[in-house]
């Protein structure tokens, strides 16, 4: 077999390693435009986690890559003046120079032939070649010129960075964040051999050009940045290497074979250097390839199983990435936050560290930001503990004079089980049972304000006197019997309306008993759906009255909160998307006539509303879909609702358009709330596949959502915020007499329970190779 590489990064390398490993008697040359030791840039990190699989795959470069390590377990965050520092990382820090001679010198020693010097624009010179690996970095000369075929997407992102190295030890990941005169600053700097560190350099665009850094070659760059890090470099200097300032390019290609062309590394998906992963996915891609050709029949079959085995992992990690630059790249909204709550969000900012985690390898740290969260409920006028603090989930908050006891909520849900809009009996122990499960506040299902503003005949509905006195008995019985407090979310279904029941085809219109729908504008959602009929004027004000009328009894049901549905493409929310409003009077065109008649109702509700009740408004901050709304809009949304007086943004997504493409996930509508809370300073609510109370917690610590709800996780269990109160120790959690003896059980096997799971996590946590080393390291006397 015969295989051509094209360029000699870790990919490259790796791969040439493995294959020549695999096959001996294969005929593998690497092609390499640098001379052999000319290698730009300082050092690099791998995590624990990728040294074991270099470990598992070649001993012998395993063996000398880590002896040239270095090894760190702590993450230090420099903020205003604080440093906090988080142990249990495992990271290791190498030079990149060194990790290619090491590469090197093994692929030699297997008999791969290296080639330096040689520049490959063409593939037509490996006519012969049984496999050629394209792993030419970033910038690939080969995927450009099948740039038709590869269809790379490259997203140059915003924020400048060059790459630096110092003289400067350091004995941690350590970031630092630095405030300037012309604006923030960020270092993610590390150690990678004795005396040498890496020194990443990043800011937004605006800073850069305020800085003078335009224009200024490497070397006044570096003394630029020498004078703003100067307090923590010590003296030391920096050092350049082709470090020129640059945009990151996130690379994603939507193919990474062309008949026996395949693309590794950086050349079909790059990872931002915020979590370090750029060369474990080059090098994890060289064994993917090499695990594909030991398992397949035929090359052809090797690299389509190598393309679609491990293309999931790699969106992940880009996944990962994408998170954390998002965050490095709008840190300015931190930037007046508590810094021990800001190393807290920076440390979970992609998601993939918890809150429990951070407990239980910072317990310090964690207490820390507990505490400082209590201080800030204190300071917002509770009389809460703040020497032993509860949970951030357990704190309570107050919307105008209403007080909730926790942060739980369960989100608004449709059951699609009203007659003629009446809620029954069911409705009395679904909503009964979860004010009793204990969740600090409970939404209504979209309630709605007319019959023919009904999403489907099974909606519930507050037009009539029925439906007023079914509403209060469910509102007495959940102030009768719980702590709870309850909100009712008003809507009309606008052009979803005259839909099936959930069950029976979501969305999908009714075939029989249908009544007519209206809508911003005459699209309908499905092309067989009916089309709506264009609000006027003089139904948009019998709406409103509607909604009027609806909130009124709702008062007197003596519901606690209103909330407002401008979400998810029903009515309101067909008159704030691009996409569902294509009007051409003052309630069309821009956001601001877009957001017209939503305000107008809201405005109309707030006036009725008591001023002592708190109102919510929900949204869809995205529509995930082009030309649609995207998070910055929704940032001006929600200032536009905090002006008309709301107290809470209760951020959603979507379900605005059909053709819509959501990127789901853990927690996956978060970084909007973030976005709304921290950028339009109001008060947020998040929700969207958040499942436990470590998520809400890690939410909440990081501030990023004043509240949050669950939906479908209270369906299947109306406990959840008791059971979390007790795994937390919350023991204030209110619980009806009738129940505490189940209480005082679950709180007294919680704790045990608790302890158990943690000393099994610390036992099944294999040491990090910084522990190991450490312990090697100690002299016999102190053992
Ligand atoms: C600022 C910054 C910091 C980073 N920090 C880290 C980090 O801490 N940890 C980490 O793991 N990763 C880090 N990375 C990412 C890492 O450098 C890359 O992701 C990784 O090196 C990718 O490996 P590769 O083999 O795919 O590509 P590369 O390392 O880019 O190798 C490609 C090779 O191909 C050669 N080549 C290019 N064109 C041709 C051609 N036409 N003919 C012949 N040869 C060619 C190049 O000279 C090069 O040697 C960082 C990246 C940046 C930009
Ligand atoms: C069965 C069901 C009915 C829903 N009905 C409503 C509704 O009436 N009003 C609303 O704003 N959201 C509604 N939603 C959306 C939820 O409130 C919530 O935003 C969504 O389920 C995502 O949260 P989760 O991942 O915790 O379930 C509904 C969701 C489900 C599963």
Redesign the pocket.
């Known amino acids: 077999m015969k295989v051509a590489i ?8 790796y791969a040439a390693i493995l294959l020549k490993k695999q096959r001996p008697s294969a005929d593998i040359t690497v ?4 001379r052999a030791d000319d ?1 730009f ?1 300082f ?4 995590s624990d986690a990728t040294l074991d699989n270099c470990e598992k795959y070649d001993l012998p470069s395993y063996r000398r890559i880590t002896q040239e390590f270095a090894y760190w377990d702590d993450i230090a965050v420099h903020f205003r003046g604080t440093v906090h520092r988080v142990g249990g990382n495992g990271f290791c ?1 190498c030079s ?1 120079r060194k990790l ?1 001679l090491i590469l090197q010198e093994r692929a030699r020693e297997l008999g791969v032939v290296l080639h330096f010097e ?4 063409d593939e037509s010179r490996f006519a012969d070649a049984d496999l050629i690996l394209v ?8 995927r450009e010129k099948h740039v038709d075929h590869f269809q790379p997407e490259v997203d140059l992102r915003a924020n400048k ?1 060059a ?1 630096m190295g110092s003289t400067k030890p350091l004995d941690a990941f350590t970031f630092i964040f630095q405030e300037t005169e012309w604006g923030p600053f960020i270092a993610h700097a ?1 150690q990678y051999e004795a005396g040498h560190s ?1 020194w ?1 350099f990043e800011t937004d665009p605006a800073t850069f050009e305020r800085a003078g850094l335009t224009g200024l070659d490497e070397t006044q760059s570096a003394a630029r940045m020498a004078e703003i890090f100067g307090w923590f470099l010590d003296g030391h200097e920096l050092l350049t290497n082709r470090s020129m300032w ?1 945009n ?1 390019p996130m690379i994603r290609s939507k193919r990474w074979v062309k008949d026996n062309m395949v693309l ?4 079909k998906a ?2 931002h ?1 915020s979590i ?7 090098m994890e891609d060289a064994i993917a390839l090499a695990d594909a050709l030991a398992k397949a029949p035929s090359i052809q079959a090797a690299l389509d199983l190598y393309e679609h085995g491990r293309r999931e992992e790699v969106e992940k990690t880009q996944h990962a990435a994408d998170v954390s630059l998002v965050w490095f790249e709008h840190v300015d909204r931190f930037w007046d936050f508590d810094p021990v709550q800001f190393a807290f969000g920076v440390m979970t900012r992609s998601k993939a560290i918890t809150y429990d985690n951070l407990k239980l390898r910072a317990p310090e740290f964690v207490a820390e930001v507990e505490k400082s969260f209590a201080q800030q409920v204190r300071d917002n006028g509770f009389e809460v503990d703040t020497n032993k603090p509860v949970v951030p989930l357990f704190q309570p908050f107050r919307l105008r004079e209403m007080t909730l006891a926790n942060r739980a909520v369960m989100s608004p849900m449709c059951m699609y089980s009203a007659q003629e809009g009446v809620p029954g009996d069911f409705h009395l122990v679904h909503y009964g049972s979860r004010a009793v499960g204990g969740a600090g506040l409970i939404f209504t299902e979209m309630t709605c304000v007319s019959r023919d503003a009904r999403i489907t005949p099974g909606c519930a509905g507050l037009w009539n006197d029925e439906q007023e006195a079914a509403w209060r008995r469910i509102v007495d019985f959940v102030h009768g019997n719980s702590a709870a407090k309850i909100c009712l979310q008003l809507g009309h279904a606008g052009r979803k309306g005259a839909t099936r029941l959930m069950w029976d085809g979501m969305d999908r219109p009714l075939e029989q008993g249908a009544w007519e729908v209206v809508s911003a504008s005459p699209l309908p959602y499905f092309p067989d759906s009916q089309v709506p009929r264009e609000l006027d004027r003089e139904t948009m004000g019998a709406v409103k009255d509607a909604f009027v009328a609806a909130a009124e009894r709702g008062d007197r049901c003596g519901f606690d909160m209103l909330e407002l549905h401008c979400a998810h493409g029903y009515l309101l929310a067909s008159f704030i998307s691009p996409l569902t409003n294509t009007r051409t009077d003052a309630y069309g065109g821009s956001l601001e006539n877009r957001l017209r008649f939503p305000l107008e109702v809201f405005e109309a509700l707030r006036s009725v509303w008591p001023a002592h009740k708190p109102m919510s408004v929900r949204i869809s901050a995205t529509d995930w879909a082009e030309g649609g709304i995207t998070g910055d809009d929704a940032v001006i949304i929600a200032r536009a609702f905090a002006e008309a007086g709301v107290d809470l943004v209760d951020v959603s997504t979507g379900q605005t358009v059909r053709e819509a493409q959501p990127v789901y996930g853990r927690m996956f509508q978060t970084p909007f709330s973030d976005q709304v809370r921290n950028e339009a300073r109001v008060a947020t609510m998040c929700v969207g596949n958040i499942t436990t109370a470590d998520q809400a917690n890690t939410i909440l610590a990081a501030g990023r959502a004043d509240l949050v709800a669950l939906g479908r996780p209270h369906l299947v269990d109306p406990f959840f915020t008791m059971k979390a109160a007790a795994w937390y120790g919350a023991k204030d959690a209110f619980c009806p007499p009738q129940y505490l003896p189940g209480k005082d059980q679950i709180f007294r096997n919680s704790v045990r329970d608790r302890q158990d799971l943690e000393e099994l996590r610390i036992k099944a946590k294999p040491k990090t190779r910084a522990e190991l080393k450490a312990e090697a390291t100690k002299p016999l006397a102190a053992e």
């Open positions: 094209i360029g000699g990064g870790p990919a490259g390398l092609y390499e435009r640098n290698t840039g050092g690099v990190v791998f820090g990149r290619l040689v520049d490959i624009d792993s030419d970095g970033i910038n690939s000369r080969l960075f790459w590390y890496t990443i640059r990151f590794l590394g950086d050349a790059s990872a250097f370090g992963s750029g060369t474990k996915l080059a």
